[in-house]
């Protein structure tokens, strides 16, 4: 059943308005309007400060027991409060695709209205063994920005012993809690550390745990980092293969580096700041 869209709330940041035929509140219209007017003037406007610095803190999590994210393919995953972000990450409060669009109601909705983490972990260990599932669309590793939070950590591994969980991170785990990551990894959670540039793609690499990175929005489909390491490009943008068919994320041993091309609102401002490719 189709949910209906709450006409109470502003479509960005998704805070109460006046219902009469309003998409956004009048912040939010005079930044979109500015936006395509003048880009430049635009950032001027964005503090960087972070995705929703506005939100209650504490650790909350939506669950999307099937996602309808096409490039998803209809997994369970999951939304994590912004509050685990770290301020590292080259696209915290600069371009981050969940800070705009439909996206940002949904990351508001789980710092306001998500799941205590007990109840996250009963619906992670509730999955069926050997299914595929996706932790943070939009958010963190818990512990509050650069802060990883070793217990809810080892909680997290725990409740998808048996699964194929995959995540995304923009923390930098030492080199204990790097081990116990590699070590998990063939029991059901795969932890991909993310990188900004190739060049920075090769010295996560080095640490042996699979790495991410984001390239240009016109990058060929496969590559090389600076030190010589394999980059494909995610399969689903280069052969429509959803998630769901594809699991390359979620295989714990792979020695190739996956390249999500920039995409969404700022796809041209991030493409920008990338390494040039490496044949």
């Known amino acids: ?58 650790l909350r999590v939506s669950w999307i027991p ?14 994590v409060t912004p509050t685990t972000c770290p301020p590292s990450c080259g696209f915290y409060g600069q371009g981050c695709y969940a800070e705009f669009g439909p996206m940002i109601r949904h990351w508001r909705r789980a710092a306001e209205e998500g799941l205590e983490w007990p109840a996250f972990l009963a619906k992670v260990r509730a999955l069926p063994a050997g299914r595929l599932w996706r932790y ?17 950590l080892a909680e997290l591994i725990g409740a998808s012993f048996g699964k194929r969980g995959f995540a995304f991170t923009h923390k930098r785990p030492g ?10 990894a063939p029991s059901g959670f795969v932890v991909n550390l993310s ?36 980059v494909v490009v995610c399969p689903a943008q280069t052969h429509d293969l959803d998630c769901a068919r594809c699991g390359l994320c979620a295989v714990a041993g792979r020695k190739a580096v996956v390249g999500f091309r920039a995409h969404g609102q700022f796809a041209g401002e991030i493409s920008k700041r990338m390494l040039p490719v490496v044949p």
């Open 136 to 152: 943070a669309i939009a958010g963190d590793l818990p512990g509050v920005g650069e802060e990883l939070d070793g217990q809810r």
């Open 195 to 230: 990188a900004d540039s190739l060049e920075q793609a090769d010295e996560l690499a080095a640490g042996g745990l699979p790495v991410a990175v984001v390239v240009p929005s016109d990058h060929p489909q496969r590559s090389r980092t600076p030190e010589g390491r394999h």
């Open 1 to 58: 059943m189709k949910r209906k869209r709450r006409r109470d709330r502003c479509l960005q940041c998704n805070k109460p308005i006046d219902p009469e035929g309003l998409r956004q509140c009048d912040p939010c219209r005079a930044r979109i309007s500015l936006f395509s007017k003048d880009r430049a003037a635009y950032l001027a406007t964005r503090v960087p400060r972070g995705p929703l610095a506005d939100v209650p803190p504490g």
């Open 66 to 79: 099937r996602s309808l994210n096409r490039k998803l393919g209809g997994i369970p995953a999951c939304i």
């Open 175 to 184: 080199p204990f809690v790097s081990a116990v990551l590699a070590a998990a």
